[in-house]
């Protein structure tokens, strides 16, 4: 039986009221009319207001002052906007589209916005499908809030009139003016086209990944620093990224030409070196790879193939019915390790589960800091090898795995490692960092394995069970509770979902698309019969076929402003971060 839809008592009321249809002459004098009396009468403007080369969508009034902003839409057609054909010309180029119109919109607002009473989503560095924006070869909708004026709980009608008859159709005006002959409008329509090519090149980029059997790819002259630790924008003096000679190879780009850069092969890469030459930072560029990047970024030409997983130690996150067994093969309680739960995991447990999930969501990469691995996992040196036995010891360290997982599987792996040597006769690469340079130390590394050799213990993956199979599950009664904080907290009526180490979510959009994605699989799709990687694709064949919108559709929320696309393999890991996560398990 299909859960009734999540919809608030307020919302039902809302979407009984009329939708008034008219002129922007009528809504302002609306607004006028309006002046003095109670907030709710801000109701009666919801409706569709033409504005001639626009129109004004509003679609939801803010139950008073102290609620969140009112939801507001504005709809032009690409051809009054005067967009170029290139712009529409392909998905790739309506995305990147729609991701500059946003951008765009941002920065006219300080303009346009006397009151402060305008709002949009943030965005950062990466192009990402949004549904603040979206762009048809015949609409463009971009979709704001706006904070309706108010002295106390009475209507400013004055002000809110002004709203609509300045701040907003001026902002509308400045933003879709493509089409005028002034220099102006000239270098807004070049970097429009500057910001398509860069997003075309990058996924173009991405597909010769695949095509060349590369995992990485990091173009010379990439500027890999940032900022600092809380900015994504590039360090100004860094040092540029050069190719080591062994692993330069060259790509043909549609609109960038030729590049050289350095291809990371499939199989087991190492990254070496000492502490702060940038081990770390090259890891950090490959992992954001997985998204495009805006132009001047220093990153665009940094591709990484599309569902590549950064895993790491979580202590306290919940796992639910994965099979650890290929690293943890006992423990004390004789609990089962091929089908573990726990809602309180250990740093070694939970970076086990992290990686089986991966692999369970056909992760093509891993990748690997030993800065945020749970040690334990990662190595056993032959001095503890030689302590603790074996058949005491229940942990087989990632080391032991790494080369069944690349040769066996078809997972590779990228991984940081400055501490210890084990790895180095377990790659298939070894990459050093030295001052912010790289080098290919691969040939350098087999010496030194040949001249300290360490007992073989490389172990085969076998037997792997997989199929995690969810029952359907309900929500809570007619007032469910979606929200989210940053792009680390999730919560979903009486539960938090952490989401802390999930790093290659970088937007607060995601989070929440992340959200409504839990609620749509585990309250709507789960069938008890369908896996759960398998719901994850029928949940990305939605969003192909509908958009971002299908996300809330089953919660009642039309028109969500602050939608960011979330990857398929971060809505499995949230999912399987959810405590008390009910399963059927089918082995395969």
């Known amino acids: 039986m299909t ?14 009221i009329r939708r008034r249809v008219g002129t922007d002459e009528e809504l302002i004098s609306s607004l006028h009319r309006l002046d003095n009396r109670n907030y ?39 051809s009054h906007m005067g967009l170029p054909d290139e712009s529409l010309a392909s998905h790739h180029a309506r995305v990147a589209t729609a991701d500059f119109l946003i951008r765009t919109f941002i920065a006219k607002l300080g303009a346009h916005n006397s009151q402060g009473a305008i709002h949009i989503a943030r965005i950062g560095q990466e192009i990402l499908q949004r549904s603040t924006a979206t762009v048809t070869s015949d609409r463009v909708e971009i979709r704001f809030q706006v904070q309706l004026p108010a002295r106390g709980r009475t209507i400013m009608g004055h002000a809110a009139a002004r709203l609509f008859d300045e701040d907003i159709p001026d902002l509308a005006l400045d933003l879709c003016d493509f089409i005028s002959d002034n220099a102006d409008v000239h270098k807004k329509t070049a970097d429009l086209l ?181 040690t ?89 069970s997989l199929a995690r199979t969810p029952l359907r599950s309900r929500g809570s009664g007619d007032k469910p509770r979606t929200k989210v904080s940053g792009t680390t907290h999730i919560q979903l009526d009486k539960q938090n979902v952490d989401l802390s180490d999930l790093e290659q979510i970088v937007d607060q959009g995601q989070t929440e698309a992340i959200a409504w994605g839990i609620r749509m699989v585990l309250e709507h799709l789960a069938d008890a019969k369908t896996p759960l990687s398998e719901l994850l694709v029928r949940m990305e064949r939605l969003i192909n076929s509908e958009g971002l919108d299908t996300l809330t559709k089953a919660g009642a929320r039309p028109y969500p402003a602050f939608l960011a696309r979330p990857r398929r393999v971060d809505l499995g890991a949230a999912i399987s971060r959810v405590r008390h996560l009910t399963l059927v398990r089918h082995d395969v």
Not at 201 to 207: K, N, P, R, S, V
Not at 293 to 307: K, S, W
Not at 406 to 429: F, Q
Not at 436 to 460: G, I
Request: proline residues 6%; negative net charge.
């Open 194 to 374: 500057t910001h398509i090519h860069t997003y075309l090149d990058h996924q173009h980029l991405q597909t010769e990944l695949t095509r060349k059997k590369w995992v990485a790819f990091i173009a010379d002259g990439a500027m890999l620093a940032r900022r600092s630790g809380v900015s994504q924008e590039p360090l100004a003096d860094g040092v540029p990224f050069t190719s080591p000679d062994t692993l330069r190879a060259h790509v043909d780009l549609p609109y960038a030409g030729r590049i050289s850069g350095m291809a990371i092969p499939e199989g087991v890469t190492i990254i070496v070196g000492g502490g702060y030459h940038g081990k770390s930072t090259l890891l950090s560029a490959i992992q954001r790879g997985v998204y495009a990047h805006i132009h001047g970024d220093g990153r665009e030409l940094v591709a990484t193939l599309p569902d590549a997983m950064k895993v790491r130690a979580a202590d306290g996150r919940a796992v639910t019915g994965v099979d650890v067994s290929p690293f943890i093969s006992h423990l004390p309680a004789g609990t089962d390790t091929r089908d573990f739960s726990t809602v309180n995991a250990s740093g070694s447990t939970s970076q086990a589960a992290a990686i089986m999930e991966a692999i369970e969501f056909n992760v093509p990469v891993l990748l690997l800091d030993e800065d945020t691995c749970a």
């Open 40 to 78: 709710g009468s801000y109701k009666s403007v919801i409706g569709t207001w033409d504005y001639g080369d626009f129109t004004i969508a509003i679609d939801h009034i803010q139950a008073d002052p102290y609620a969140p902003p009112s939801s507001v839409r504005l709809l032009a057609s690409p």
């Open 3 to 16: 859960p009734a839809p999540f919809a608030s008592p307020q919302r039902s009321h809302e979407r009984t």
């Open 376 to 464: 334990n996992l990662l190595i056993r040196d032959s001095r503890m090898r030689a302590l603790v036995e074996a058949d005491r010891e229940p942990i087989t360290p990632f080391v032991d795995r790494v080369r069944s997982f690349a040769h066996d599987y078809g997972v590779s792996t990228i991984m940081v490692m400055g501490g210890s040597g084990d790895y180095l006769d377990v790659a298939d690469h070894v990459l050093m960092l030295d001052t912010y340079h790289c080098y290919d130390v691969t040939n350098r590394a087999r010496e030194v394995v040949a001249q300290m050799p360490r007992p073989v213990t490389h172990l085969d993956v076998a037997d792997i």
